[in-house]
């Protein structure tokens, strides 16, 4: 029997991206593979001999990371059970964070009722999808983000 207080999930080894920011232009641009990024090195260099890439360092918002962009368009996975692989929420962000998380009813961080207007909202949906990349050595789960419509009704 587990702990219930404890949170379920295996720890975060880094994110599948599959964007990145256009130095020229300044803002997000799409992928046709993957980038992976990761505090740790090791991970990143073992994806570059799995699926090429140049292993590089990258100045996240987080700190110090390490990243390489993939030539996969595809990558086996492994999915842990939905309450650990899956979330989906109307969040809000501003510079000092997460202000709201919302399933459209209720207010995560306040536990409170969604204040969103259902015909105008303010927030944004936020899907995220963990999964274990099946070639890689260790374990971890690696996380993909996406605000995107079509994938959060998909």
Known sequence: M???????????AGRIRIGEKDPERGYPKKLTTFRLTSRDRAK??????????????????AGPQW?????????????PP??????QFYELWSAGGCQRRCDGVTEQLTEGPCVCDPDDRECSIHTRLSVMLRDLRGLGLWRIDTSGFYAAVG
């Open 67 to 79: 990243q390489v962009t993939t030539d996969a368009s595809a990558l086996d996975v492994v999915v």
């Open 2 to 12: 587990s702990i219930l207080t404890i949170q379920r999930r295996l720890m975060e």
């Open 44 to 61: 990143i260099e073992q994806a570059a001999e799995l699926w090429g890439g140049t292993v590089e360092p990258w100045d996240s918002p």
């Open 82 to 87: 939905s309450e650990m692989a899956f979330s």
